[in-house]
Every structure is written in C-alpha cells, then in structure tokens.
C-alpha cells in the first residue's frame, strides 16, 4: 500500500495564506507525479497544482500566480503553497500521486482530503 497523508487545512480569511502538505509512504520505487487537486459542494473535481519527479510544474488558470507547488524528494513530500486567498478558493483539497511500486507494479493514490475555508 501507498499512502498519503495531508496536512494544513483551516480556515483563513480572503487574501490570507496556507501551506498544504502531503507525505507518501509506503513501498515505493519512485514517484512519478505528485498533484493537488480540490473540490467544491456541487462542483468536479479538478486539477489546481501538479509536479512531475523532473521538476516539472503546471497549475489551473484560476491560480496561477498564487499557488506555488514545490516537493522534497527525500521526504517523498508535496506541498501546496497557497497565497491571495480567495472565498472561490474553498474546497476540500486531496493529494494524488502516481509512480511505481517497489516491487514494480504502478501505484494512483489520494490522500483522504483536507478542508480549506476562505471566509470572512
């Protein structure tokens, strides 16, 4: 089993700031992709940050410009920097990461999700 576990949801007021993280463990080979994604009441799920094990990032359109993504490779660790926050901004947010195995069969994990609150 590969499991993720989240940290560092609340509540914040507009154009206040979170740090997001979650750590992998398990029996892992290698991580190829790391991801936030979020959801809102009534909403899909989408993508908001990802980071591919080459550095790699992308980001909505939505956040871009106030979400940062960045990982430690040695802690198997992502987080979600997230800063202007806005009340649109309020989802639960889940991690997802996919890579291989060690005994080498693919792995897609989510975290159980964490609660952020944007809100006066």
């Known amino acids: 089993q590969v499991q993720l576990v989240e940290s560092g949801g609340g509540l914040v007021q507009p154009g206040g700031s979170l740090r997001l993280s979650c750590a992998a463990s398990g029996s892992i080979l290698s991580i190829n992709v790391m991801a936030w994604y979020r959801q809102a009441p009534g909403s899909q799920r989408e993508l908001v940050a990802g980071i591919t094990s080459g550095g790699t990032t992308n980001f909505a359109d939505s956040v871009k410009g106030r979400f940062t993504i960045s990982r430690d490779d040695a802690k198997n660790t992502v987080y979600l920097q997230m800063n202007s926050l806005r009340p649109e901004d309020t989802a639960v947010y889940y991690c997802?990461?996919?890579?291989?195995?060690?005994?080498?069969?693919?792995?897609?994990?989510w975290g159980q999700g964490t609660q952020v609150t944007v809100s006066s």
């Open positions: 997802n990461a996919v890579g291989i195995r060690s005994g080498g069969s693919y792995f897609r994990s």
